[in-house]
């Protein structure tokens, strides 16, 4: 299994490389991934592939930190350690507990399915103005002016963002989380410069809301107290960045992903347009499908053994939820796309005590856009390659080309 070097960013440039994977499953579950020239700290690192071992280690947080162990100063879920002052132990996700645990309590009832379902009327309206627009124009880019914007809108309403404000975010979040021009580990200037952007605007809207609180996610962070204290400035700074980028780039991915595979099987795409009851399957099966969160990392805090093989407290663990969904033990013939897939126990959400706290608002964004995609497109076809993103740490797609047809009444439905 050498020769499979997953930090060398080229090897993402056509979607997940499943066959690798698909190795990996089968010949080494438990895979030390030696260093290599792209390898950030000069570390390996244990690859996880199988969906029963990355279950467990998900749901062991004692052993596998979200946060660091061993000797490491660092730490956090890339597989490049960040350091402890403004990122491991400090983001919620790269938190553990019990501090991630209060911190979590605290916001999950801003994104709960009951809170969501307030929202979703005005999110449906958003989802159509939005395939409106993009059906006028007729040929368009389907991951900028359809898949992305519902999710930065709605992303903006939770948070309390005005909505003016929100292409100068996602031009912020695109850079921050690209990988075009550098490798893993590196940071250019102009990553440098859209992290610091982001991180000043989330200050200043924090200001803003400490002094006139609203009814919104950056509110509750500025002025709520865990035993008597409010959230450091850096936990609610790192807060805002986390669910600005967490919010946009994800859902979108899987938006994409999900409708390049719907044009690549039309029949689907007519059975969605007969029987609007398969919807919620075929989100699910997008989900799965599009992994748009290939993997997070852990931290060994204890010497113990998987498998067979030794590892070390300090050691990195990478659980690579998009080999997890495609393994046979699990799901049947799974690189097949089925909308009727049942049960569809996917982990693109993750599993454990990180489990996706988006991930009811997730599910809500996909299913109004393709509702939306359903009510007023015929067909989608693709007017040229799509581009996908450059990064083992997103599945996703920078540019695609479509031209959409406007549905006429009582039509059948192509693609
Ligand atoms: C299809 C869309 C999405 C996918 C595939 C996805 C995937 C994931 C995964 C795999 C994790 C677990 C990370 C880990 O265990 O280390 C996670 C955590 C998280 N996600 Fe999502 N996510 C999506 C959408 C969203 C949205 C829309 C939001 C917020 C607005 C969001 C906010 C978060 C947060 C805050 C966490 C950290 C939770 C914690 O550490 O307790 N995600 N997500």
Redesign the pocket.
């Known amino acids: 299994m050498d020769d499979i070097d997953l930090t060398a960013l080229d090897l993402f440039t056509a979607g997940f490389p499943h066959a690798h994977f698909d190795r990996l499953r089968e010949n080494a579950p438990v895979h030390w991934h030696s260093p290599t020239a792209h390898t950030p700290d000069g570390d390996g690192f244990w690859v996880l592939s199988r969906y029963a071992d990355i279950v467990t280690a998900?749901g062991d947080s004692g052993t596998y930190s979200?946060q660091g162990g061993g000797n490491r100063s660092g730490g956090g879920?890339l597989i490049e350690d960040l350091p402890a002052d403004w990122a491991a132990g400090v983001l919620?996700?790269m938190m553990d507990d019990p501090r991630?645990a209060r911190v979590?309590r605290l916001l999950a009832p801003s994104?709960a399915p009951r809170t969501l379902r307030l929202i979703e009327d005005e999110l449906r309206e958003r989802a159509d103005a939005i395939v409106a627009a993009a059906v006028a124009k007729g040929e368009c880019d389907f991951l900028i002016d359809l898949a992305a914007e519902l999710?930065l809108q709605a992303?903006a309403q939770?948070l309390g963002v005005p909505q003016e404000d929100r292409h100068r975010l996602f031009g912020w979040a695109n850079v921050a989380l690209d990988y075009q021009d550098r490798e893993l580990g590196e940071i250019t200037e102009r990553t440098r410069q859209a992290v610091a952007e982001t991180r000043a605007y989330g200050t200043r809207l924090l200001a803003a809301k400490k002094r006139d609180p609203a009814d919104d996610l950056m509110s509750l962070a500025a002025t709520a107290t865990i035993d008597g204290a409010p959230l450091s400035d850096m936990e609610q700074a790192m807060l805002f960045s986390?669910?600005i980028a967490?919010?946009s780039e994800?859902?979108r991915n899987?938006v994409a992903l999900g409708m390049a595979a719907l044009i690549e099987r039309p029949e689907l795409w007519r059975a969605l347009w007969r029987d609007r009851t398969l919807l919620d399957g075929a989100v699910e099966e997008i989900?799965r499908w599009a992994?748009?969160?290939p993997y997070?990392r852990r931290t060994a805090t204890r010497d113990h053994e998987l498998h067979g093989q030794r590892i070390r407290a300090g050691d990195k663990i990478t659980l690579w939820?998009a080999s997890a969904n495609r393994d046979a033990a699990v799901f049947a013939d799974p690189h097949r796309f089925d909308i009727t897939r049942k049960p569809n126990p996917h982990l693109?959400?993750?599993r454990?005590?990180?489990?996706?706290?988006?991930?009811a608002?997730?599910r809500m964004?996909m299913r109004v856009v393709f509702t939306a995609l359903l009510d007023q497109v015929d067909g989608v076809e693709l007017t040229g390659p799509i581009e996908y993103t450059r990064s083992n740490k997103h599945t996703g797609v920078r540019h695609m080309p479509v031209r959409l047809t406007a549905k006429s009444v009582g039509g059948q439905g192509g693609s």
Not at 352 to 359: I, P, Q, R, S
Request: hydrophobic letters at 45%; glycine letters at 14%; aromatic letters at 8%.
């Open positions: 998900a979200s879920t919620l996700n991630h979590r994104v999710p992303v939770l986390l669910l967490a919010g994800t859902t899987s989900l992994s748009s969160t997070n939820w693109a959400f993750g454990g005590g990180h489990f996706c706290l988006g991930a608002l997730a964004e």
